[in-house]
């Protein structure tokens, strides 16, 4: 880590000094601008982090600190496709799969923004094909369901995508994912559909995926049982970076929709791999999702980096995991159809900064990415909030909360989701002293032995941060905006720390040793190499299995 660096995130830390003894509450009770001091809009999507402990000079130390870290340069080099995926030599360029004003990027002989045009087109036209039965099955019925075969980014971002916008089907077929090689996934899928109605889409960039390929040959032998081998093509299509690959499993070129190595996959939902979105949504809103997204990066190239809420986010994250030890941070979207976005944002997050070396290979000298979880509120709140509140750590939560719903039902409920909201924040931030909580009980009645009993037991430690992001609508070109915005969040992080956001050697390992497990597991080879819990367990499984 560069010296300048390191010398401001001790800053940061003595910085922190100043709120021993000095509480939210207190600077909220001080300063009745601090809302409007400590929140940003951009259009329809406000963050306000007056609920943090930053204050006008800490501010001015993360921006510092980004100047410091070159943030400007590596926004630069990455959207001019310099190989800032050092390991791997490759270019980051998912910003180029929504950029609009065709920025001229060239890598080698490729033109990526006509790459990037010619695979979209192609995405309208086959979209617009199914979901108005110009393309149909071999046994001549449409489309009414499409199953995607993918796991991690070849999943998670368009399973989380497509629940999120729903609403927005509009007569589009119903789209399922299939992850997991456990059979129950694939088989629980299948049991709901009829295969002349089924589409599938293997989703796979390096179409090599343990998973996805032991999926996508069952569905195959689903389809060629029930229609015969014949029918085969017309129920596949492939969205893969690996175009020979998708050839030889069978699939037809015009159903082959290509990307490149310049997209990571925890960020290609903008390219090939949301299909399965546009065919649900349809292409017209996948395009305002892909608009959504643009803006978003036109605002993080442009903002001025104290207005600018992915340097906003990603600073105030790093002050938290760096000068204050906090290690998990909570993402709460009180929006039901967010519900797979906390999943979706655990591979963001923590495939991108999961990393213990910096770029240069050296070990990191300050704590890096930290563990991310959540649930869509309120239910959270009947589950692990007790330890937000009362636990002996604390965890920064993110809040997420739309400020009108697609639903017009009878009654209050999007009154009292967000009246939920507001108020998890506002406790986490103030607490309950043990004295207010004593009064209450008082006031209520009870005997002062049992007040005095309960009281402890009653009280909230408060000052816990949390950040809100409040938006008008879960919209196709909104939920652009806040996956772009947690993408550069990332990626602000991954500057600060040094480290490389871009590849993920993490999975590797145990993906190696199950391939050498497979042989004992399936078909007792002998175990030459394995410990004695891993033999054991080995044996154990194969004695239940009548195999031993
Ligand atoms: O798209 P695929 O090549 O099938 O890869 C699917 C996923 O598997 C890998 O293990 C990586 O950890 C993920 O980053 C990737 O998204």
């Known amino acids: 880590m560069d010296d300048t660096v390191a010398a401001l995130l001790d800053r940061l830390k003595t910085r922190r000094n100043r709120w021993n003894g000095h509480t939210l509450r207190a600077e909220f009770a001080a300063d009745p601008d601090r809302f409007d001091r400590f929140s940003v809009a951009f259009d329809d999507i406000l963050f306000d982090y007056s609920k943090t402990h930053v204050d006008a000079e800490t501010l001015a130390l993360l921006v510092e600190l980004a100047e410091a870290a070159d943030l400007i340069g590596w926004r630069e080099r990455k959207l001019s496709g310099d190989a800032i995926n050092t390991t791997e030599r490759r270019a980051v360029l998912h ?8 920025r001229a990027i060239h890598l080698g002989d490729q033109d990526v923004a006509a790459d990037v045009a010619s695979v979209l087109a192609h995405m309208e036209d086959f979209t617009d094909a199914v979901r108005s ?18 796991i991690g980014g070849s999943d998670l971002g368009p399973r989380m995508a497509a629940r999120a916008l729903s609403p927005y089907r509009d007569g589009g077929p119903r789209v399922h994912y299939v992850a997991n090689v456990d059979g129950a996934d694939l088989a629980d899928t299948l ?28 569905a195959r032998a689903w389809i060629a049982g029930q229609l015969g081998e014949a029918a085969v093509p017309d129920h596949f ?41 546009a065919l649900s949504i349809g292409f017209r809103n996948f395009s305002a999702f892909l608009d959504g997204a ?31 030890d906090y290690r998990t941070l909570a993402v709460l979207p009180y929006d039901q159809r967010l519900e797979h976005f906390p999943a979706f944002l655990q591979q963001l997050d923590m495939e991108s900064n999961g990393k213990r070396v910096t770029r240069d290979g050296v070990p990191v000298s300050v704590p890096t990415g930290p563990i991310v979880f959540g649930e869509p509120g309120t239910n959270g709140q009947h589950a692990f909030y007790q330890l937000l509140h009362q636990g002996t750590d604390v965890v920064p939560c993110e809040f997420l909360v739309a400020c009108q719903p697609h639903e017009t039902l009878e009654g209050d409920h999007h009154a009292k989701l967000v009246a939920n909201c507001l108020a998890q924040a506002e406790a986490l931030m103030r607490g309950r002293t043990e004295e207010e909580a004593r009064a ?103 004695a239940m299995r009548g195999e031993a």
Not at 135 to 140: D, K, M, V
Not at 239 to 267: C, I, M, P, Q
Not at 310 to 318: E, F, K, N
Not at 498 to 518: C, H, R
Request: charged share 20%; aromatic share 10%.
């Open 191 to 218: 049991a709901t559909l009829d295969p002349a109605r089924t589409l599938f889409l293997i989703a796979s960039k390096t179409f090599t995926t343990l998973e996805t390929m032991t999926n996508a040959a069952s």
């Open 133 to 150: 039965g110009g393309i149909r099955g071999a046994t001549g019925e449409a489309f009414t369901d499409v199953v995607n075969i993918g």
């Open 440 to 542: 209450q009980m008082l006031a209520s009645g009870m005997s002062a032995t049992e007040a005095d009993r309960l009281a402890p037991h009653r009280t909230f430690p408060g000052d816990r941060p949390s950040t809100m992001l409040m938006y008008r609508k879960l919209d196709p070109r909104t939920l652009g905006r806040l996956v772009a915005l947690y993408e550069h969040k990332v990626f602000v992080q991954g500057v600060i720390w040094n480290i490389n956001s871009f590849d993920q050697y993490g999975v590797e390992l145990g993906k190696e040793l199950a391939s050498v497990l497979l042989g004992a597991v399936a078909g007792g080879e002998p175990l030459t190499a394995s410990d004695g819990s891993t033999a054991g367990l080995v044996a154990r499984y194969r």
């Open 237 to 277: 299509a492939a969205l893969s970076t690996a175009l020979d690959k998708v050839a030889a499993f069978g699939v037809r070129a015009d159903r082959t929709f290509g990307f490149w190595d310049w997209v990571g996959g925890r960020y290609s939902t903008w390219s090939a791999i949301g299909l399965s979105l």
């Open 95 to 102: 910003t180029a799969l929504r950029d609009r004003s065709r």
């Open 294 to 324: 643009a803006d978003m990066d036109e605002h993080f190239q442009t903002a001025p980096l104290d207005r600018n809420i992915p340097v906003l986010m990603g600073m105030i994250g790093a002050w938290y995991r760096d000068a204050w």
